[in-house]
């Protein structure tokens, strides 16, 4: 059986993004989930809409609860470690011979 490879992403789960264009343009926001699939990303914060819940186990009175809902990723650009800005990123070999991320900007490796 052959393994597909991952998509090569420029964002991963965990960093922190600005948002480019939308509603909410320019709020910053951590990475919560990736969906490699469909090139989406859920973002603290941002894309927040209102999702009517039935009663259940959890939350026995039901209602309407207010989550975050998946951004597409080319809406999305990294924070720049150094300056705080947006930048795209790249990737090149480090001293160690391994692959590393880094900020095109102002060059400073992303970790």
């Known amino acids: 059986m052959i393994s597909q490879m991952q998509k090569k992403l420029h964002i991963r789960k965990g960093d922190q993004v600005i948002v480019n264009t939308g509603e909410y343009k320019g709020q910053k926001g ?56 947006s930048t795209r990123t790249g990737r090149r070999l480090n001293d160690k011979n391994k692959l590393v991320r880094y900020a095109k900007k102002s060059g400073e490796e992303i970790k």
């Open 30 to 85: 951590r990475v919560l989930d990736i969906n490699r699939d469909k090139n989406r990303a859920i973002v603290e914060g941002v894309n927040i809409v209102s999702k009517h819940t039935k009663p259940n186990a959890t939350n026995p009175q039901g209602g309407i609860t207010k989550q975050e809902a998946a951004v597409h990723l080319s809406n999305l650009n990294l924070v720049d470690p150094s300056s705080g800005e």
